[in-house]
């Protein structure tokens, strides 16, 4: 009965074809045992892939040793591969449920992704530690990845995804196929999968972690939806119907969303411009905004600070792990955080205070007459005639010069620093403001000679560098 909805299942989802080979991700557990001995009973050509995470001592190597006696059952080819996961986790600042998962997807990717496979003995030639049975395994476009997730599986993923708010992408629960990655037995309980096992005398083994809540899913597996049954005992098939509605929604969805970013979005360069006004004016806005900025790594709970930029000044951001999102004028810009590219901030003539990276900047005007002079590198004080706006205020590069208040002679930024002996982090944190690629000020050091305040100057601009607390 099970193989017959296995072998129904994967022609109506067009998972894969029977001449395809095919990766198998085996831990030794009851799932991945029966996925094996269900694509054997099909006549399905399939290897085996086992990660040692070296996470449960002994026992992770007896399932390692218990694979690699399931290989020569069936008969195939065994590739293992160890993980020291603790240390990696730690380097990189990541949960040990997350480590496990991106390396385990990692080392997959890359087996199916060479042309062939070349197993030399217990070594793979390229040296990443392979074992296998001394064949070449030849590797190609008709290569899938499979792994054992279950009905159950995706009811835990979509709960999960649900009170973690990852939006309607995440409680669709797990999707049958990902490009080469196949997940054939979403159709199956694990109480069907168990009854299998029991019915073939398959042998498998028990991760004893699964009876821990030191991870998440195991924690909702073993607490959460166990309650929710107690008082709703049909909610897991409830959910799982649920799943495959809002399957077809996000579809739907997702049309909507794909159409509302070709309106909005104009990529200029390593940048993704967001008109303002059309933003605005964007019905859901909170919803079509979260889409929008979780491709750059912002999480759900920063969209009300991404919508209050629309009502801020020039200059305020938010950032991410790998952007940022600026406020400049009339525009949102999405913009790497290591190019800095969107810290050209420009400045119209009614802008009384900018905000940027280094703090603010407050401008104001006055008469000659009333302007007292005051001696402070933080303010910057022009003959408003001399200038025409916008400005542009940016961080300062190599080859720009000015000229020195106090010096007919123009002088490069570089030479002027030396001369100041700055260090290195003071240089990195300099910004300027250019009217039509004329400096005009060297914002908290010196302005340019040719706008300085004269016997004829009528109207005086005064900017005033209110610096970032710390900075």
Sequence with gaps: MLLSKFKEYIAEKHLFQPKDRLLLAVSGGVDSVVLCELCHQAGFGFIMAHCNFQLRGEESDRDESFVRTLGEKYGVEVLMKKFDTT?????????????????????????????????????????????????QTPVGNNWF????????????????????????????????????????????????????????????VTDSTNLQNDYTRNFFRNNILPQVAAVYPEAAMNVLHNISRFAETEQLYQQAIDWHKKKLLEKKGSEHHIPVLKLQQTVPLQTVLYEIIKEYNFSPHQVNDAAALLQSETGRYIQSSTHRIIKNRNWLIITPNETGAGQHILIEAGDDKIIFEGGEIRMKRSTAAEHKIKQSPLIGQLDINDISFPLLLRQWKQGDYFYPLGMNKKKKLSRFFIDKKLSLPDKENVWVLEMNKKIIWVVGMRIDNRFKITAQTKQVLIAEWIKKPGG
Excluded at 112 to 120: A, H, M, R, T
Excluded at 148 to 166: L, P, Q
């Design 145 to 204: 990845i499979l792994t054992a997730h279950h009905a159950d599986d995706t009811i835990e993923t979509a709960v999960m995804n649900f009170f973690r708010g990852t939006g309607i992408a995440g409680i669709r629960g797990i999707l049958p196929r990902q490009g080469k990655l196949i997940r054939p037995l979403l159709f199956a309980r694990r109480m069907e999968l168990e009854a299998f096992a029991k019915d073939n005398r398959l042998e498998f």
């Design 87 to 135: 240390l990696i986790a730690a380097a990189e600042k990541k949960s040990i449920e997350t480590t496990a998962r991106e390396l385990r997807y990692q080392w997959f990717y890359e087996l199916i992704g060479s042309d062939e496979l070349e197993v030399v003995g217990n070594l793979r030639k390229d040296g990443t530690g392979l074992t296998g049975t001394g064949q």
